[in-house]
């Protein structure tokens, strides 16, 4: 157990690769519970049935690992006060949203998703914010058991108050009033019985004596829906704490679509965890220059949350490659450093499996960093003479990349088959052949018409290494066919 009784939780869902950002949250509910002498638990948030995978969680867990996090409890370690995964939890909600309605905080709601749709559209003509407009909020206790004993399809929305505000105090951001008016009536339990973030959110942190919540500041204007299911289960809240959220140097919000995002995009390219670790812990503790080099321990001993600036985090990659670099060439012995090298090189089979798919295609061994190079290699410096030789126009090739690029965030599992089978139906989509379609890929991922085989190559490389070739491969055709 715990010597302060401080317990702070990580809780992503498994829906995507793994972001930086789960990171950065989870150091810092890290760091906090070393500092407390507190514990530090996972929990995973897969409430969502239809985009959460198994494969999805098990890549969080290996991030969170390679990042060098350890959890005293969690899905794959148990606890106390598991499951630790919502999907085995759904029971275990309904009880709190049957008191709700009992006790008049909540209503079931019956409207449709295409009236629900009608309303939003006709509030944001008008000009106003879209929210639940309180269609079912005063139905006949007589109409509603008959409707849910004919067996309609139904949510549970909770009640808001009409007049006055939430006041809550935050760690970060100081003391915060939100006026009631802009809170909407969340929907608190799914037609398919799921509970949603929100209600799950606060009887899993009651449930498992969470103390401190500490997460993305996206998430403060949410406060109000948790501290008043707090209040109307009768339950303590925990204290909260919003960081803020890490951004790019044009304060734009740090996402997948403009930089690379994912935990294992920087593992494949071959950042230390130590120095990624390192990089997002400066954002949490106050040196002076040139005290920047600090390991997880040392990061803990200068952690204080009571002085975490509200201003945006920087995800300044300069910095990191900076940070990289000293944690390589002073902070690894060479033996240490050639291990690592070793580590890295065998990621995923990227070497090994890479090089077997090299032998049928190379006369001698001379060729296999031409050929085979692109497996490691943190750029492959595509220019527009890198796509010179295809028979596909920049257009036509602008496009085939453009359509690919888009259409790989839909694959759930991510391996050769999963590849191939999306790739042909991309090409059945734009009315081309196959062999239409793969040399621009080919270009795209490795930087050379002459290349190992894509789809093999593709799922070695990983999804976020081939997201952001891609997304380099668009920008360089964007060039060639602006400059026309």
């Known amino acids: 157990m715990t010597t ?27 760091l906090f519970a070393k500092k407390h002498g507190g514990e530090f638990i996972l929990r995973i948030e897969d409430t969502d049935a239809t985009r959460s995978t198994a494969e999805f969680e098990q890549k969080v867990l290996d991030a969170l690992k390679w990042c060098g996090l350890e959890w005293s409890e969690g899905p794959d370690v148990g606890g106390p006060y598991g499951p630790y995964r919502q999907s085995e939890r759904k029971d275990t909600y309904r009880p709190f949203v049957e008191k709700m309605v009992k006790d008049g905080n909540a209503f079931r709601c019956f409207c449709t998703p295409e009236r629900l749709e009608a309303m939003r559209e006709a509030q944001r003509a008008a000009g106003k914010p879209p929210g639940y407009d309180g269609h079912c909020l005063h139905l006949k206790a007589e109409e509603v058991d008959a409707r849910v004993a004919a067996g309609e399809p139904h949510v549970v929305r ?32 799914k037609a398919d019985g799921m509970p949603t973030y929100h209600m799950a959110n606060v009887v899993d942190d009651h449930l498992m004596k969470i103390t401190h919540v500490a997460r993305g500041e996206e998430w403060l204007a949410s406060v109000p829906k948790h501290i008043l299911i707090y209040k109307y289960l ?63 321990d040392e990061l803990a001993e200068k952690f204080d949350p009571e002085n975490l600036s509200k201003a945006g985090a920087i995800f300044d990659v300069q910095k990191l490659d900076w940070l990289n670099g000293r944690w390589l060439r002073e902070k690894l012995s060479s033996e240490e450093f050639l291990e690592r090298i070793l580590t890295w090189a065998s990621e995923n089979g990227r070497l090994t499996e890479g090089l077997k798919l090299a032998q049928s295609r190379i006369s001698k061994l001379g060729e296999l960093p ?57 090409s059945d989509r734009l009315g081309k052949k196959l062999r239409v379609v793969t040399p621009p ?29 891609l997304k380099v491969a668009t920008q360089v055709l964007t060039g060639m066919v602006g400059a026309k």
């Open 4 to 30: 302060s009784g401080v317990r702070v939780r990580i809780a992503p869902s498994p829906t995507g690769e793994p972001h930086v950002g789960t990171a950065y949250i989870a150091l810092f509910n890290y």
């Open 158 to 189: 909770m009640k808001i108050p009409t007049e006055g505000s939430c006041d809550f105090h935050d760690g970060v951001y100081g003391d915060v009033s939100i006026p009631w008016e802009s809170v909407d009536m969340q929907v608190l339990l």
């Open 234 to 296: 009768g339950l303590e809240p925990p204290k909260f704490m919003h960081l803020s959220l890490m951004r790019n140097h044009d304060k734009s919000k740090l996402s997948k679509r403009k930089n690379p995002t994912s935990i294992s995009y920087y593992s494949a390219l071959g950042y230390l965890p130590e120095a990624l670790m390192n990089f997002l812990g400066l954002f949490f503790i106050q040196i002076a220059e040139g005290e920047e080099l600090l390991t997880m």
């Open 370 to 426: 031409q050929l085979a190079g692109f497996m490691l290699a943190s750029d492959v410096g595509l220019t527009p003479a890198s796509f010179g030789g295809l028979k596909t126009s920049p257009e036509e090739t602008l496009e085939i990349v453009s359509a690919v690029q888009a259409d790989l965030e839909k694959i759930l599992e991510w391996n050769v088959e999963t590849i191939e089978a999306e790739l042909r139906a991309i």
């Open 441 to 469: 890929l080919f270009v795209a991922v490795s930087g050379n018409q002459r290349s190992l085989p894509l789809f093999d190559s593709m799922a070695l490389l990983g999804r976020s290494v081939v997201r952001q070739r």
